[in-house]
């Protein structure tokens, strides 16, 4: 480690983002993908159509379909199509549990006009996408916790030293040279990095705060014990749900859901209902809490609690319980993102386009500035360098040609395979495997250069996005022309970001050709101009 305070941010800095910068990658650029979570749903269901309907025959439906599949069940969850959130029908039921526990649990999506599930395909959807950011995948969930938590706080530290480190880093943001090698990399990961830091410190932050307690057990267990139900009564304080009654088991009629939801839409207004929760449906202890769409950061949305039987107004509590659970409500919310608009949700999804591109940067940064030395070894560049950028290359573009392959997956395995879903995910993992493996074979076997495999893997790149809008119209209605004719700006969202994903693939790799071409004629462009003038090359350079 180099002396110095400031050269010692550098060493951290630069060692502590390339250990988890691959993971990171991956964490950013799912996560990023999350923000439109429910709009990549609705186009790996191409089956379903977005719901309409009109409250009063929602609740109908619901209501008719839960007292089918849990008449005696100890809650019913409604959420109606409000929202962005929540474009279809859906119900939600929880069975009564024994010793303190969770019933069974059921969920389906439901088509309002028969009170039936949509019939539609087994896919994981962007919900898996979005799951991978914070939960990996094939790993236990407290593990994955773990290796997320560990990760994110390297980004932290990455974040702060970066800052410290760069003495002129606001003047840097306006300076950009290129054809510089490692100072064009470094004025790029410099401009990525200020562009949206304060977007970077919330989102890794936030993080940090959303499992925190899985990252600071031992807080819990001093006051609680170690035993686990005694985490389990910290979690029922902690998170309680207004209202909530033990059951009388004394049947009753439910009141009408249409007069308790006209009663919360006098007050908020019309489509204002995010969901419906019924505690002890049928039972003298029945609960109705309406919840509100979320409008702010604070992620606890306010709810309106109505006697179950009677209908009444029994209180409509503020969101905002005490000032620390408002504070770690309001990053989660920030986190999320739930309650974006159109415009806001955009700006979230290009952040995090420009946190996953200022990890890539750094990431390539470091072999390039490690190039010139390597490359003057006797016996080559090191197995640690060769193994780094072989890495860089297979998650940078590796990466998002597996969740092409995701896509493609979603479109080309039958329609009526029961584990589709799961293939989906082993299919984008598989690929991500293969993209890895690729460079350490191209090159330590076929000897093929890191700049060819660049180039292949761009281009793959650029097929995979590029070939998804034409596969989606050879296996389904719901091709771009379709959606452009029935204004389905979902689908249009989709198909025209796929393009623009294979376009933005395609020119990188036609400037890298480009550019790598340029510098192979360079020396030999040189020299003829040395003998021309009949100069010998070192006088040549010295001119």
């Given at each position: 480690m180099k002396?110095?305070?400031?050269?010692?941010?550098a060493?951290?800095?630069?060692?502590g983002?390339l250990?988890?910068?691959?993971?990171?990658?991956?964490?950013f650029?799912?996560?990023t993908?999350?923000?439109f979570?429910?709009e990549?749903?609705?186009w790996?269901k191409?089956?379903m159509?977005?719901?309409?309907?009109?409250m009063a025959q929602?609740?109908?439906?619901?209501?008719?379909?839960l007292?089918?599949k849990?008449?005696?069940?100890?809650?019913w969850?409604?959420?109606p199509?409000?929202n962005?959130?929540?474009p279809n029908?859906?119900?939600?039921?929880?069975l009564?549990?024994?010793?303190?526990?969770r019933?069974?649990t059921g969920s389906?999506?439901?088509?309002?006009d028969t009170?039936?599930?949509?019939?539609?395909?087994?896919t994981?959807g962007?919900q898996v996408l979005?799951r991978?950011?914070?939960?990996?995948?094939y790993?236990?969930?407290?593990?994955?916790y773990?290796?997320?938590?560990i990760?994110?706080m390297f980004?932290?530290i990455?974040?702060?030293?970066?800052v410290?480190?760069?003495?002129?880093?606001?003047?840097?943001?306006?300076?950009?040279?290129s054809?510089?090698?490692?100072?064009?990399?470094?004025?790029?990961?410099?401009?990525?990095?200020?562009i949206?830091?304060?977007?970077?410190?919330?989102?890794?932050?936030s993080g940090l705060?959303?499992?925190a307690?899985?990252?600071?057990?031992?807080?819990v267990?001093?006051?609680?014990?170690?035993?686990?139900d005694?985490?389990?009564q910290?979690f029922?304080?902690l998170?309680?749900?207004?209202h909530r009654?033990?059951?009388?088991?004394?049947?009753?009629?439910?009141?009408?859901?249409?007069?308790?939801?006209q009663?919360?839409e006098?007050?908020?207004?019309?489509?204002?209902i995010?969901?419906?929760?019924i505690y002890?449906?049928?039972?003298a202890?029945?609960?109705?809490?309406?919840?509100?769409?979320?409008?702010?950061?604070?992620?606890s949305?306010p709810?309106?609690?109505?006697?179950?039987?009677?209908?009444?107004?029994?209180?409509?509590?503020?969101?905002?319980?005490?000032?620390p659970v408002?504070?770690?409500e309001?990053?989660?919310?920030?986190?999320?993102?739930?309650?974006a608009?159109t415009t806001?949700?955009w700006?979230?999804?290009f952040?995090?386009?420009?946190?996953?591109?200022m990890?890539a940067?750094?990431?390539?940064l470091?072999?390039?500035?490690?190039?010139p030395?390597?490359l003057?070894?006797?016996?080559g560049?090191?197995?640690?360098y060769?193994?780094v950028?072989?890495l860089n290359?297979?998650?940078?573009?590796?990466?998002?040609?597996?969740?092409?392959?995701?896509?493609?997956?979603?479109?080309?395995?039958?329609?009526?395979y029961?584990?589709?879903?799961d293939?989906e995910?082993h299919?984008l993992?598989?690929t991500?495997?293969?993209l890895?493996?690729y460079?350490?074979?191209s090159s330590?076997i076929f000897k093929?250069?890191?700049?060819?495999?660049?180039?292949?893997?761009l281009g793959?790149?650029?097929?995979a996005y590029?070939?998804?809008?034409?596969?989606?119209?050879?296996?389904?209605?719901?091709?771009?022309?379709?959606?452009?004719?029935n204004?389905?700006?979902?689908?249009?969202?989709?198909?025209?970001?796929?393009?623009a994903?294979?376009?933005?693939f395609?020119?990188?790799?036609?400037?890298?050709n480009?550019?790598?071409?340029?510098?192979?004629?360079?020396?030999?462009?040189?020299?003829?101009?040395?003998?021309?003038?009949?100069l010998?090359?070192q006088?040549q350079?010295?001119?």
């Amino acid at each position: 480690m180099k002396s110095g305070f400031r050269q010692s941010m550098a060493w951290v800095h630069t060692w502590g983002g390339l250990s988890v910068g691959w993971i990171l990658f991956f964490v950013f650029l799912t996560g990023t993908l999350g923000y439109f979570d429910t709009e990549i749903d609705r186009w790996m269901k191409p089956e379903m159509q977005l719901d309409n309907t009109p409250m009063a025959q929602s609740l109908d439906a619901a209501q008719q379909r839960l007292q089918e599949k849990a008449p005696g069940a100890a809650r019913w969850f409604i959420n109606p199509p409000t929202n962005r959130d929540t474009p279809n029908l859906r119900i939600f039921w929880e069975l009564p549990g024994t010793d303190g526990n969770r019933g069974i649990t059921g969920s389906e999506i439901l088509d309002p006009d028969t009170s039936q599930p949509i019939s539609a395909r087994s896919t994981g959807g962007g919900q898996v996408l979005y799951r991978m950011h914070y939960a990996l995948h094939y790993l236990p969930i407290t593990t994955a916790y773990w290796i997320v938590g560990i990760c994110s706080m390297f980004m932290l530290i990455a974040i702060i030293t970066g800052v410290i480190i760069h003495k002129k880093i606001f003047k840097d943001f306006f300076t950009f040279r290129s054809h510089k090698g490692s100072r064009s990399w470094l004025d790029m990961h410099n401009v990525l990095s200020v562009i949206a830091l304060p977007f970077h410190v919330m989102i890794t932050y936030s993080g940090l705060i959303f499992l925190a307690f899985t990252y600071m057990p031992l807080i819990v267990a001093s006051s609680y014990g170690t035993e686990r139900d005694a985490q389990r009564q910290f979690f029922n304080e902690l998170f309680a749900e207004a209202h909530r009654t033990e059951p009388a088991n004394i049947a009753a009629p439910l009141a009408s859901l249409h007069n308790i939801v006209q009663q919360a839409e006098d007050q908020w207004g019309s489509g204002q209902i995010r969901y419906i929760s019924i505690y002890n449906p049928g039972d003298a202890n029945a609960r109705v809490n309406i919840g509100r769409i979320v409008t702010s950061p604070l992620r606890s949305t306010p709810e309106m609690v109505f006697d179950g039987v009677s209908g009444e107004l029994l209180s409509a509590p503020s969101s905002q319980g005490s000032a620390p659970v408002a504070v770690r409500e309001t990053f989660i919310g920030l986190h999320e993102g739930l309650f974006a608009n159109t415009t806001l949700r955009w700006l979230y999804f290009f952040s995090g386009l420009l946190g996953t591109a200022m990890i890539a940067t750094g990431m390539v940064l470091w072999i390039v500035k490690r190039q010139p030395a390597q490359l003057k070894k006797p016996n080559g560049p090191d197995v640690g360098y060769r193994l780094v950028e072989s890495l860089n290359l297979g998650t940078i573009v590796g990466l998002p040609i597996a969740i092409a392959a995701y896509f493609w997956a979603n479109r080309l395995l039958p329609v009526d395979y029961a584990a589709r879903a799961d293939w989906e995910v082993h299919i984008l993992f598989l690929t991500w495997l293969a993209l890895l493996l690729y460079p350490f074979i191209s090159s330590f076997i076929f000897k093929y250069s890191l700049k060819r495999n660049w180039l292949t893997l761009l281009g793959m790149a650029t097929f995979a996005y590029g070939a998804l809008p034409v596969i989606n119209a050879l296996t389904t209605e719901r091709h771009l022309a379709n959606s452009i004719a029935n204004r389905d700006w979902v689908y249009i969202g989709m198909e025209t970001s796929f393009i623009a994903t294979a376009l933005l693939f395609g020119v990188t790799a036609y400037l890298l050709n480009k550019k790598w071409k340029a510098q192979i004629a360079t020396p030999v462009i040189e020299k003829k101009r040395a003998a021309q003038f009949n100069l010998h090359p070192q006088q040549q350079e010295a001119n």
